[in-house]
């Protein structure tokens, strides 16, 4: 089992900067990939990035690539989405997801456990 918790989300103009982060607590160490994903009013859940158990590969969505970075701290347990030059259509609730004991994904049916999510609304 992995409990995962979301922070970190907020309000912000376009053009500036949020670093969600995702602590996970649990029976699997730090040997689980984790993956980032978003789901705006009225979209269907999205992947945004991914990172491998020790932050050696990484994959970002399109969308994101060269605005986003996703990295981990094991000895935090905690995985962070560093955002930069958000734009309005970058607005969601930003899901981090596990898979204990398995590489990074870009699908949701990968994951095993979800936290709850953190808002993040970006202003024109």
């Known amino acids: 089992q992995v409990q995962l918790v979301e922070s970190g989300g907020g309000l912000v103009q376009a053009g500036g900067s949020l670093r969600p982060s995702c602590v996970a607590s649990g029976r699997t160490g730090s040997n689980y990939a984790v993956g980032w994903f978003r789901q705006a009013p009225g979209k269907e859940r999205e992947f945004v990035a991914t990172i491998s158990w020790n932050g050696g590969r990484t994959f970002y969505a399109e969308s994101v690539k060269g605005r986003f970075t996703i990295f981990r701290d094991n000895t935090k347990n905690t995985v962070y989405l560093q955002m930069n030059s958000l734009k309005p259509e970058d607005t969601a609730v930003y899901y981090c997801?596990?898979?204990?004991?398995?590489?990074?994904?870009?699908?949701?049916?990968?994951?095993?456990?979800w936290g709850q999510g953190t808002q993040v609304t970006v202003t024109s």
């Open positions: 997801a596990a898979r204990p004991y398995m590489s990074e994904s870009t699908y949701i049916r990968d994951y095993n456990y």
